[in-house]
């Protein structure tokens, strides 16, 4: 039985190794070359692939996206993972199994289809070849790495200089910015089979920011754990303040380029005096990454930031509107007003204050007048409300956006059960349901009930709140959903079947109604089952 293999890499390589699978006999077989990393986990996902083997490129944060990707579809392959070092030189590492016999295959499969062209070390500690030089120079990488994280932790300065002295500190005797990239506290969880992968990937990672370093002052960047990378900023010698401040504009700017994988939060410090100081810095960043929940639109976090967006909060405000929100759910949930005063709830009032606790006060208060109204009924579709430290996951305008998703669920399936009274609605509301997936039109629906379309235009207005287009696309698109939940089927498999012809055309009316792309959905709804 072969194992199925995703490939992606450059030309020249992938030619060399599909040459070679063709050539030999491997218990190996490539099912796909795919043409980025997003494109490896789709067809993993899709063929159920074994084995991905994937080159290292730059930028390295679309790997971390690859890492996120991968463990969002919930789907466990071996993973080989290589970077070209040299014109003749490939350093790579494999996901670690119980089955060494499985191993030294996949080993044996990858070095000897490039053996013409490039010597492959294999990047793991234990290895008896070339053991010495990984383990050499890890060992060397890890007490700098454990010095820095000292300074964060708060030292003197004779103890600075010491450590300097050391390790060869690439810092200032004084004068430096704390930039910190959290990748959103995803430790892998299978980080003990893939800890040597995420170790040559987090190399790269590191001489991305360390290149943009160089432009300027220098620093030192260095992992604080697997997830969180801090970088210390030399300051800039510069004659004036606005020198200063265009610099800083252009490196941090820099490093947002170099760090924007999709699960990354970025903060960066205030201007820090002395190395003393450092500490103050670092717990800052504990205190001001609550606040992302509200922010994940912005590139960079500064407590000045801040303190610039915070407002007080008006709690007569917030009762008023939460009130008025209550009585539409109770007496008029069709209300269009009703979408819209959510919306003013959670992204003109709670955003704007920054405090999670009122946005869960809001949130369970609504949530709690729904199930109190509707029961099962809504219960079956009540989003789940996140725990405080999963918070950094999400944002305020996803979290707004599912919850007005499953208020129109709801009224979807209100529609159906409860509120329709006018016959030639519910006539055409079966039509509807039971013609979706073909082309219908407001003519040929009223063509059917014998009706002008002007006059069921009219009363499917007033009975349901929406036009008869809007809601055929809306109801297209909860079957979809139905469909990404309960089936594996390609995104243009089911955009047919629930009536779109245009894959394109789906996918655009999909993310304006859900806030989220058919693939981004599938994988959340995948993690979502998952956990």
């Known amino acids: 039985m072969f194992s199925k293999v995703i490939l992606y890499a450059e030309d020249k390589i992938a030619n060399m190794i599909c040459s070679f699978n063709r050539t030999t006999k491997s218990d190996f077989s490539i099912s796909y070359i795919a043409d980025s990393y997003e494109n490896s986990v789709e067809k993993a996902v899709e063929l159920n692939a074994q084995v991905i083997i994937l080159q290292l490129k730059h930028p390295v944060y679309k790997i971390h996206n690859f890492f996120y990707d991968l463990a969002m579809s919930n789907i466990y392959p071996m993973l080989v993972i290589f970077n070209i070092v040299s014109e ?81 500190l690439n810092l200032n005797d004084h004068g ?59 300051d800039f010698n510069c004659a004036s303040i606005a020198s200063k401040q265009s610099k800083l504009f252009e490196i941090t700017n820099k490093l947002n380029i170099v760090t924007n994988s999709k699960t990354a939060f970025r903060y960066m410090s205030s201007y820090i005096k002395d190395i003393e100081n450092i500490r103050d810095a670092y717990e800052s960043f504990h205190c001001i990454k609550t606040y992302n929940f509200f922010c994940t639109d912005i590139k960079l976090l500064t407590q000045e930031y801040i303190n610039s967006i915070k407002k007080e909060v008006d709690y ?108 030639i609605v519910l006539q055409a509301l079966d039509f509807i349901h039971i013609h979706y997936m073909e082309d219908i039109t407001v003519n040929l629906i009223s063509s059917n009930l014998n009706i002008s379309s002007s006059y069921l235009s009219q009363i499917f207005k007033k009975e349901i709140g929406t036009s008869i287009i809007k809601y055929i696309i809306t109801y297209r698109v909860e079957k979809a959903k ?29 993310k304006k109604i859900t806030g989220l792309t058919p693939m981004q959905y599938k994988k959340q709804n995948i993690r979502a089952k998952y956990v």
Do not use: W
Not at 110 to 121: D, K, P, R
Not at 491 to 507: L, M, P, Q, T
């Open 88 to 168: 003749t030189q490939i350093v790579y590492s494999i996901t670690s199994h119980k089955d060494t016999t499985y191993i030294d295959k996949i080993k044996l499969f990858f070095t000897q289809s490039l053996i013409e062209s490039y010597t492959c070390h294999f990047n793991y500690i234990g290895e008896e070849k070339d053991s010495n030089l990984v383990m050499n120079f890890r060992i060397s990488k890890l007490e700098k790495t454990e010095y820095l994280k000292d300074i964060l932790r708060g030292v003197i300065k004779r103890e600075f200089l010491y450590y300097k002295r050391k390790v060869s």
């Open 176 to 234: 430096y910015y704390v930039y910190i990239c959290n990748l959103m506290e995803i430790e892998y969880p299978d980080h003990y089979l893939n800890k040597n992968i995420y170790y040559l990937n987090g190399e790269e990672f590191i001489k991305e920011c360390e290149e943009v370093l160089d432009e300027y002052s220098g620093g030192e960047v260095f992992y604080i754990n697997p997830y969180i990378l801090c970088i210390i900023i030399n």
């Open 316 to 423: 007569t405000l917030v009762d008023k509107t939460l009130k008025e929100i209550k009585e539409l759910i109770n007496y008029d949930i069709f209300n269009l007003k009703l979408n819209n005063l959510m919306n003013e709830l959670f992204l003109d009032l709670v955003k704007q204050s920054l405090d999670y606790n009122l946005y869960y006060y809001c949130h369970t208060s609504l949530s709690s007048a729904l199930v109190d109204k509707y029961g099962n009924l809504y219960k079956k579709i009540l989003p789940e409300s996140s725990p405080y430290r999963k918070v950094f996951f999400t944002s305020i305008e996803d979290k707004c956006s599912e919850f007005i998703d499953s208020v129109n669920q709801l009224k979807s399936k209100l529609s159906n059960k409860y509120m329709i009274k006018n016959s």
């Open 482 to 510: 139905e469909l990404f939940s309960s089936s594996d089927e390609l995104i243009y498999n089911i955009a047919e079947k629930v009536g779109f012809s245009d894959e394109k055309h789906f996918s655009k009316t999909f």
